[in-house]
C-alpha cells in the first residue's frame, strides 16, 4: 500500500499524466524535489505507467468486442496465448461462469470476427461468446469523449509514437525528435491532448491503490439503456461501462479494496432502476492490460482528417 501522498499522486497522474512536478508539488504541500523523487520512485517501481492513450477513432480500432472464453485444460496456458495477439487490450482469468475474459479492439466488424475466430482456435478453447460494444460509456484509462475535428501530419504521428511509449517524456527531448522548437513541441502535445486525439494518463497497480477486488458484470436493462448505463457508470468503484449487443445490454468492470465492497458496488448496480445483473465475475489475474496501438510514421496520403463519432 502506498503513503498517503503517494496515493495523492498516482491520482493526480492518472488525471493528468503530464502534470508539472510543481503543480503536483502545490498539490501535496511538499517540496518540488521532494515530489520529483517520489514521482521517480513511482514510475521506476512500476506502481505506476504513465502512457498516452490514442483515441479509438484516430487508429481505426472503433470495433470492441468482449470475449467470454471457457476452456478445457490450463486456463493461464490459453489467456496467455490470446493476451499475445495485438488486438487484445486487456486479458484476465475469472471465477464466475467463464474461465478468462477478453477484450478485443480491431478496425472494423469483419476484423473483429476474424479476432474472435482466432481465440475459438487457440487449443483449449471450448467456447467463446462475444458482447460488440456499441459505446463506451465510461473507461478509467481511455479517451470516451467525442473527438473533435483535426488534421494530423507526421510530425503528429511520431509524437503520438513518443507520447503511447512515455507520456511524461520531457519536451526537450520530445523536440529533439521532431526537429522543432520546445515551444513548437510544447504546442502541439496540447492541441492532441486538448482535441480528444490522445489523453495522457497514469496506469497504477490497482493493489497499490487498495483496489484488491477486481470484477466484471453483465446487465441486462429495461427502459431506456443509455440512462441505466450513465447511472452505473456514476456508481463509486465502477471503472469501465460500455453497451452493445449480445449476451448483455451492458458490460462492465468494478474495483474496490475489499470482497465484501466489491459485493456493495455490485449491489448498488443493483439498485439503479432498470439494471439488473445477469452475470458477475470475479478477476483472479489481469494477464493483460495494454492500450498501446501501433501507428504508422507519417500518413499515407498526407494529412489525415477525423471528425466526431
Known amino acids: 500500500m502506498l503513503d498517503a501522498v ?3 499522486l498516482v491520482r493526480e ?17 511538499l517540496s518540488r524535489t521532494a515530489v520529483r523523487a517520489r514521482v521517480q520512485h513511482l514510475l521506476e517501481s512500476e506502481v505506476v505507467r504513465v502512457v498516452g492513450i490514442v483515441h479509438a477513432a484516430v487508429v481505426g480500432a472503433e470495433a470492441i468486442g468482449h470475449v467470454s472464453v471457457t476452456v478445457d485444460g490450463s486456463a493461464r496456458e490459453v489467456a496467455g496465448i490470446i493476451a499475445a495477439r495485438p488486438a487484445v487490450s486487456f486479458a484476465a482469468l475469472t471465477a464466475g461462469p467463464h474461465d478468462l475474459v477478453a477484450q478485443v479492439r480491431t478496425r472494423d466488424d469483419a476484423a473483429l470476427a476474424a479476432e474472435v475466430d482466432h481465440i475459438r482456435s487457440v487449443p483449449g478453447v471450448r467456447a467463446a461468446e462475444v458482447f460488440r460494444s456499441v459505446t463506451t460509456v465510461r ?12 488534421s494530423l501530419d507526421d510530425i503528429d504521428w511520431r509524437l503520438l509514437q513518443e507520447l503511447q511509449r512515455d507520456g511524461r517524456a520531457p519536451y526537450t527531448r520530445l523536440a529533439n525528435i521532431i526537429g522543432l522548437s520546445q515551444a513548437a513541441t510544447r504546442a502541439r502535445v496540447v492541441r492532441l491532448m486538448r482535441s480528444g486525439v490522445i489523453q495522457v494518463t497514469g496506469l497504477a497497480d490497482p493493489h497499490a491503490l487498495g483496489a484488491r477486488e477486481l470484477g466484471g458484470f453483465g446487465l441486462a436493462v429495461t427502459g431506456g439503456l443509455r440512462r441505466v448505463a450513465e447511472a452505473v457508470a456514476e456508481q463509486d468503484g465502477v471503472r469501465y461501462v460500455a453497451t452493445g449487443f449480445g449476451r448483455y445490454d451492458i458490460v462492465g468492470h468494478a474495483e474496490a479494496p475489499s470482497r465484501a465492497e466489491l459485493v456493495s458496488v455490485l449491489d448498488a448496480i443493483r439498485a439503479v432502476p432498470g439494471a439488473t445483473v445477469r452475470e458477475s465475475w470475479h478477476h483472479l489475474d489481469v494477464v493483460k492490460e495494454s492500450y498501446a496501438v501501433e501507428l504508422p510514421d507519417k500518413p499515407l496520403n498526407g494529412a489525415v482528417r477525423t471528425g466526431g463519432h
Not at 139 to 150: A, P, Q
Open 6 to 8: 503517494d496515493a495523492v
Open 13 to 29: 497522474l492518472q488525471r493528468d499524466g503530464r502534470a508539472t512536478f510543481q503543480a503536483l508539488a502545490d498539490r501535496v504541500g
Open 139 to 150: 473507461d478509467t484509462h481511455s479517451v470516451v469523449r467525442e473527438l473533435g475535428e483535426v
